[in-house]
Structures are given as C-alpha cells and as structure tokens.
C-alpha cells in the first residue's frame, strides 16, 4: 500500500481556501503569505544562529585540544603541568556547551520535521547543495596504539613530511598534498610541532618559523576536516582556496594563530632547555660529591668569606692561621 501519510501535513494553498464574498481575497493571500514568509525567515534565522553557534564552540575546542596536544608532545610535564589543568578544565566547559548547543539544533531539527509545508517549502530546489564523503566515526585509540601510529607513519613519510614542512607557496604545498594526500592527516601535524620545538632549542629560528607556517597549514586543513565532518584528504582543497581567495577574516585568524603558534613553541623550547640545564647541573653535582655525600661547591659556599679567601689563594698556614683566630663553635 502507498502510504499517503506525508500529505498530512502541507497547509492549504491560498488558491483552494474559500473565503466569503465581502472579503478582499486577494489581500487576505497577501497578507497569510507574508506572515507565512515572516515565519519561515524567524525560523531560518534562529537556526543559523544556533549552527554558527555551534560551530565557534566547536572551533574553540579544536583550539584548546590543539593546545593541550603541544603540551603533551613537548614533554615537559613539570613547567607545563598547570597550563595543561586548565586547558583540560576549559576543554570540559566547552564540550559541554557543545552539547548544549547540538542539543538545542536537534530540537529545531525535529520542530522543523514536523512543521506542515507549504507552497514556498514544497517549491524549493532539493538539489541545491553540495555532499561531502562524510567521515566514519572512528573508535578511540589508547595512547600505546597513538604512539605505535605515530611512530610508524614518521619512519615511512618523514622525508615527505619534512619536503612538505620547508615549502613556502600556497600553490606549491596544495599540488604537494594533492600529490601525496595520505600526509594531511594528525601525525603530520603531530610531526611538524615537534620539529618547531627541536629548531627553536636549536636556534635555528628562521628555519623554525618556516616550518610552524606549514604547521598550522596543516591544522586548520584538520580542523576544517572536523567542522565539516569529512575525511582531511576531501576538504583540503577548499582551505588554500579560502586562503588564495584573500578572505579577509579567514586570513587574519590565520596569521594570529601562526604567531600563537610561534610564541607557543619559543616558551616550549625555552623550558626544554632549561630542563636540561637543571640535569646538566645535577649531573655534575653528583660527580663532584665527596665523603659523606658533601658537595664540595655548597661546603664552599657556607664557609665564612674569611675561610673562603684561605681557599681562594690556597695557603694552607693562612688557612690554619685563620681557623686559630676564630670561635671554635
């Protein structure tokens, strides 16, 4: 059997409603028109501002987990660990405005399923938009298979990584990608992030700038990739065509994130270096450590100046001389 139950729900159309004689028909269509165009432009309205909405939450969270991965990757749990806490206390309060919001569209969702149709909704062209490979949800990984990925995608690609990381034109890292697209994906970006703190500890800053450029090409490709909810390798196209194309904005968010990114990594090296410091330091205490476990330096350094000047000038009938002198206590 046909089922006719669709056509339950379609208002009637001006041309089938009976009026009465004295009623100026015609203005009494115009009139439930407009108001039913007002109606449909309200409910347009509040939908795009739920989704724009939603989609700001869901780019501030792809940020801040952004952040937090640096973090994690430059590996210094001790300078950073604060900064972590509170980028995971943010992270939390954004996922749950991301809820919230996800959950006031699917109420619009099913308010607008149910609304009844009308000549203006049955009439619109139902092949007017474009679809997107959408992406598979995928199961989440353990931070050992993470690592196991991470690793054995780097000892594949990292010569291509590396070409990719050192291009300068946006022409030029687009054919690349399109020539190579198993690279725009998170272990690239992962890669290239280590990389910048590597350069930077290794004060090769231009070199490090170069390559965070390229970082954070290859993270806005990802987070594009997560708004619209497809594969990276399907969407990354439309990012250089966005950044070629001058958006204005687009650009602007672009080069404020690169140098985040760029102040992000100088203090990232700066705590690797002086993390080093700190064992280089303990290191060559341990081998300086006499009888009894003293540290000759701090031994030094608590004598009276009287004492150290002895030490200083090495005279050993100053220094008993000195010791005569002074309170046996």
Same mark, same amino acid.
């Given at each position: 059997?046909?089922?006719?139950?669709?056509?339950?729900?379609?208002?009637?159309?001006?041309?089938?409603?009976?009026?009465?004689?004295?009623?100026?028909?015609?203005?009494?269509?115009?009139?439930?028109?407009?108001?039913?165009? %007002?109606?449909? +432009?309200?409910?347009?309205?509040? /939908? #795009?501002?739920?989704? !724009?909405?939603?989609? =700001?939450?869901?780019? $501030?969270?792809?940020?801040?987990?952004?952040?937090?991965?640096?973090?994690?990757?430059?590996?210094?749990?001790?300078?950073?660990?604060?900064?972590?806490?509170?980028?995971?206390?943010?992270?939390?309060?954004?996922?749950?405005?991301?809820?919230?919001?996800?959950?006031?569209?699917?109420?619009?969702?099913?308010?607008?399923?149910?609304?009844?149709?009308?000549?203006?909704?049955?009439?619109?062209?139902?092949?007017?938009?474009?679809?997107?490979?959408?992406?598979? %949800?995928?199961? +989440?990984?353990?931070?050992?298979? /993470? #690592?196991?990925?991470? !690793?054995?995608?780097? =000892?594949?690609?990292? $010569?291509?990584?590396?070409?990719?990381?050192?291009?300068?034109?946006?022409?030029?890292?687009?054919?690349?990608?399109?020539?190579?697209?198993?690279?725009?994906?998170?272990?690239?970006?992962?890669?290239?992030?280590?990389?910048?703190?590597?350069?930077?500890?290794?004060?090769?800053?231009?070199?490090?700038?170069?390559?965070?450029?390229?970082?954070?090409?290859?993270?806005?490709?990802?987070?594009?990739?997560?708004?619209?909810?497809?594969?990276?390798?399907?969407?990354?196209?439309?990012?250089?065509?966005?950044?070629?194309?001058?958006?204005?904005?687009?650009?602007?968010?672009?080069?404020?994130?690169?140098?985040?990114?760029?102040?992000?990594?100088?203090?990232?090296?700066?705590?690797?270096?002086?993390?080093?410091?700190?064992?280089?330091?303990?290191?060559?205490?341990?081998?300086?450590?006499?009888?009894?476990?003293?540290?000759?330096?701090?031994?030094?350094?608590?004598?009276?100046?009287?004492?150290?000047?002895?030490?200083?000038?090495?005279?050993?009938?100053?220094?008993?001389?000195?010791?005569?002198?002074?309170?046996?206590?």
């Amino acid at each position: 059997m046909v089922d006719y139950s669709v056509w339950d729900h379609i208002e009637v159309s001006d041309d089938e409603d009976e009026t009465h004689p004295n009623i100026d028909t015609a203005s009494l269509f115009r009139w439930r028109h407009q108001a039913r165009v %007002e109606r449909m +432009e309200q409910f347009q309205k509040e /939908k #795009e501002e739920l989704d !724009k909405g939603c989609r =700001e939450c869901k780019r $501030k969270l792809a940020e801040c987990q952004r952040k937090m991965k640096e973090l994690e990757l430059a590996a210094e749990p001790e300078g950073g660990r604060g900064e972590l806490e509170k980028l995971q206390a943010e992270a939390q309060q954004l996922k749950n405005e991301e809820r919230s919001w996800e959950n006031r569209l699917e109420e619009l969702r099913k308010k607008e399923k149910n609304m009844p149709w009308n000549v203006d909704t049955l009439s619109k062209d139902g092949f007017s938009k474009s679809v997107f490979n959408v992406k598979p %949800e995928e199961k +989440e990984e353990t931070e050992e298979q /993470k #690592e196991k990925k991470h !690793k054995t995608f780097v =000892e594949r690609y990292e $010569k291509q990584i590396k070409h990719f990381g050192m291009l300068r034109r946006w022409d030029d890292s687009q054919k690349y990608l399109s020539d190579n697209p198993h690279l725009v994906c998170e272990e690239t970006a992962n890669y290239l992030v280590i990389w910048c703190i590597d350069l930077e500890v290794e004060e090769k800053h231009a070199l490090m700038e170069q390559v965070a450029h390229q970082t954070i090409v290859m993270q806005f490709i990802l987070e594009l990739a997560k708004s619209l909810k497809v594969d990276p390798r399907a969407c990354f196209r439309q990012f250089f065509t966005k950044i070629k194309t001058a958006d204005q904005q687009y650009l602007e968010g672009f080069t404020e994130e690169l140098e985040a990114f760029k102040e992000r990594v100088r203090g990232r090296a700066r705590a690797r270096l002086e993390k080093a410091l700190r064992e280089y330091e303990e290191e060559e205490r341990q081998k300086r450590l006499g009888p009894g476990g003293l540290d000759p330096v701090d031994v030094y350094e608590s004598l009276p100046p009287e004492l150290q000047k002895c030490f200083d000038v090495k005279d050993v009938q100053l220094l008993q001389d000195t010791i005569g002198k002074m309170d046996p206590t």
